[in-house]
Every structure is written in structure tokens, then in C-alpha cells.
């Protein structure tokens, strides 16, 4: 083995799962060498993550389908001649949604969770999640239970069970998607850090303009499983569809004079009028327990008819526990949540779902169906909506979202980025 042999190499590779009739990748070329960081981008199902399956052994060992053509060796050797065990500590990977990486319920077992089951001494298990949780600043949450844990600080802690193990490939599927800016920026310093010491790092990310900050070494962009660019990032810029992918501000600015102007329809019927109030709260603050922080404190504001409203902060400061109160999914300890003038404590969650639509941060929590029309009509059947109008709504929703052809799709065998739409 040299140091100039690629630590993955893919020719020629063609990949159909077993549901779909079209290839979902098509004759892919790609090579990443030892120290180096590739960022691939690319709009939702252009085969981003299928490609990443591919290298890590998940397909076709869990994502059933057929090769249709081409290869992939890591390290020089065939990726299907690699056991799982071999893989495991070859291939490190961060998937988009950390709800299907986190097995355990508190962070010190969840991090030494791939460790133990390399038979690893405890004494040299303990010192690798200690030097991990140090080297990610997240030294914090060793003591904590997963299932408190905000979206943004389940991903870095699946970051810390992926680094543990000391893998020679790290795969980062969209890991920024439930970080702040704050933690957006120091996992990117992170993962240029980790190339720069030798490991091969290949990052799948929508907000393309952070991942350019760290100077990825190669950009791959992906449309409709081929790919369109191979190249410097200078290259993306003139490449890349900017409806489809983040590209900087003033890149997007600059290639949006090109094209004719938007035309804008006056809405009919607005009026400057104040819409109903549909949600306040009283003086709300919340904590899990006697034994736990306060995570809301003291809690005023409302919400009416026709608002739109930013709710902003960084991981772990309680937008999804405020959001929760909402439904009536949590209670306040102190102070009332009203939702259309009755307290959350007198109603119930299924009489809340009548007024509030709840979009959760990782959507295969809330996708079960076995097809995306399945899934679609759960709701409104439960509601016991019309038949014939719920037909409607649904072709309309399909529509709206784009996803017309994945009408008959097992929600959860989409791509992150469907699933979302889905659940939207």
C-alpha cells in the first residue's frame, strides 16, 4: 500500500433499488486519497446518500437492489471482501437523521456503544470517549440522557460515536442540519482538521456556501443520480443549479440578473387587520424534573391568525420544548399554553391536532405508512375527513411538494431531503 493509493475508489457504478425501476445512481466515477476532504452537494434524491451507502457496505447488505454495473475498493480492496466488523472500523458514518444513530439513552454508553462491541478493554474505552467528547468541546453532555437531548447536540454526539472508533474514511451525511451556526462553523473547522491528519473525508452538505469555508479539496455535484461537476470549487459556482443548491449569496445575486424577472400577482383579499389569536402563553417556564434545569423561564408571547413567526436560538436553548407546548405534548410547570383560549392542561394532543400541524426536526420519527399516499391520507382519516376531498387534498399536496411519481414510495426508502417534504 503507497500513499498515493486512493482510500476509495468507485468505476463505472450503477445501483437500482430494489422498489424503483430507475437506477438511482448511474455510472459514477470517483476517487478520494488520504488527507483529503471532498464535499458532494447536490438537490434532495440525486443520489447523494445512495453513493454513501455504497462505500460504507449498506448496500446491498441492508438497501436491498441490484449493481448494475461498476466497482468500489477501499484501500485497494473490494468493498463487498470487507466483513462488517472490518468496515466498521475502516468506514465511519454520520447520518442525516441522528434519531436512527443513537441506540443508547445516555451520551458516555452511546459513545462507547461501537467501542464495547469491539471488545475494546474498558480503561482504553473510557480514555477514547474522554479524549473525543474533549477534542469536540461536548465534555458537558457526557452524563446526559440522549432523549434530552436538542436535535443539534444528538448530531454532535453521533459525531463523537463515529470519531471514537478512529475510522480511516469519514462519511458526513448533511452533518450540519441540525446545528447552529456556532456548531455549524467548529464541526467544519473539525472535519477539515481530521483530513488535514490524514483522514479521507467525504461530506455531503446542502449549505454549500459554510462547507466552502473550509477549502474542500474536491466538488462533486450531483443531479438526477450522475454526476454533472468534478472539480475545483471555482468550478461549482458556474455548474450548479442555484435553485437547487446553496451557493453563496453573491454568486446567487450575480447569476439571478442573468434570468428574466419573477412575476409577482398582487394577493387578493389582504388586509392590514389583525388575524384572531390562536396560541398564547401565560408565564410559562418547564423542566423535565425536580433534579433537571429550568429549560423555559417565565414565557410571554402569542400568536394570531396569518403569522409567520422565527423562532431562533442556539442548540439546546428549548425551541422544540416551547414548540412541544403547542401541541400539549409537554405541560408547563409554571404558568398556561392556550390554544384558542383553552388551556393545554384541560385539552387534549388529538384535539390540539385539529388546529395545529406539527413538522418534526427528524421526519422518519413521523413516517410509518407503507406508501407516501398511505401516509398522506393517515391524518385526515383519523379526522374522518371526506373521502372524495381527501383524494383531492392529497393529489394537490403531492403536487405541491413535488412528489407526484413517489405517490406509491415507501416514505422511509426516500432520500432525507423527500422525507421531509413528506412530512411537510
Known amino acids: ?21 430507475e437506477p438511482a445512481i448511474h455510472n459514477i466515477n470517483l476517487e478520494l486519497h488520504p488527507g483529503e476532504l471532498m464535499l458532494m452537494v447536490g438537490a434532495s434524491g440525486s443520489g447523494k446518500s445512495t453513493i454513501m451507502r455504497a462505500i460504507n457496505g449498506l448496500i446491498p447488505r441492508t438497501y436491498r437492489g441490484t449493481m448494475d454495473a461498476g466497482s468500489i475498493t477501499l484501500f ?33 454508553n452511546e459513545v462507547a456503544f461501537g467501542l464495547e462491541n469491539l471488545a475494546l478493554p474498558r480503561e482504553e474505552i473510557l480514555q477514547r470517549v474522554d479524549e473525543t467528547l474533549s477534542y469536540l468541546n461536548i ?3 457526557r452524563e446526559r440522557e440522549t432523549f434530552r437531548l436538542s436535535g443539534g447536540e444528538k448530531q454532535i ?8 472508533m478512529r475510522p480511516r474514511i ?60 468534478s472539480g475545483s470549487p471555482d468550478g461549482l459556482m458556474q455548474t450548479a ?28 383579499g389582504q388586509t392590514n387587520q389583525m388575524g384572531s389569536e390562536l396560541v398564547r402563553f401565560q408565564n410559562v417556564s418547564f423542566r423535565y424534573s425536580k433534579d433537571t434545569p429550568t429549560i423555559l423561564q417565565d414565557i410571554n408571547f402569542s400568536v394570531r391568525q396569518g403569522d409567520i413567526i422565527a423562532l431562533l436560538g442556539p442548540n ?52 410509518f405508512a407503507p406508501s407516501v399516499q398511505e401516509e398522506l391520507a393517515y391524518g385526515p382519516t383519523n379526522l374522518r375527513h371526506d373521502k372524495a376531498r381527501m383524494a383531492e387534498n392529497i393529489s394537490w399536496a403531492l403536487e405541491t411538494i413535488h412528489m ?19 412530512s411537510i
Open 170 to 229: 469519514l462519511l458526513l451525511d448533511e452533518p450540519l442540519a441540525s446545528l447552529d451556526p456556532a456548531s455549524a462553523h467548529e464541526s467544519l473547522r473539525i472535519f477539515r482538521e481530521l483530513a488535514n491528519q490524514g483522514i479521507a473525508v467525504l461530506l455531503v452538505e446542502h449549505r454549500v456556501d459554510d462547507a466552502l469555508a473550509i477549502d474542500p479539496d474536491t466538488v462533486v455535484y450531483l443531479e438526477e443520480g450522475r454526476i454533472v461537476y
Open 316 to 367: 439546546g436553548a428549548g425551541k422544540t420544548t416551547l414548540v412541544k407546548h403547542v401541541l400539549g405534548l409537554l405541560k408547563p410547570t409554571n404558568g398556561q399554553v392556550l390554544l384558542e383560549g383553552v388551556a393545554s392542561k384541560d385539552s387534549t394532543v388529538a384535539t390540539a391536532a385539529k388546529t395545529v400541524g406539527y413538522v418534526f426536526q427528524n421526519p422518519s420519527q413521523m413516517l
Open 404 to 422: 407526484s411519481e413517489y405517490r406509491d414510495s415507501p416514505p422511509l426508502a426516500l432520500s432525507y431531503g423527500q422525507q421531509k417534504r413528506v
Open 1 to 21: 500500500m503507497t500513499d498515493t493509493q486512493p482510500a476509495i475508489s468507485i468505476r463505472d457504478l450503477t445501483f437500482t433499488y430494489r422498489i424503483r425501476e
Open 139 to 141: 465534555m458537558k453532555l
Open 157 to 164: 454526539v453521533g459525531v463523537a460515536g463515529v470519531l471514537a
Open 76 to 108: 485497494g480492496k473490494d468493498v463487498n471482501d470487507y466483513s462488517m466488523a472490518e468496515l466498521s472500523q475502516t468506514v465511519g458514518t454520520l447520518l442525516q437523521d441522528p434519531e436512527r444513530q443513537i441506540v443508547t439513552s445516555k451520551v458516555l
Open 241 to 268: 443549479d442555484f435553485h437547487r443548491v446553496k451557493l453563496p449569496a453573491a454568486v446567487v445575486m450575480q447569476r439571478a440578473k442573468a434570468e428574466p424577472p419573477p412575476v409577482y400577482k398582487p394577493a387578493v
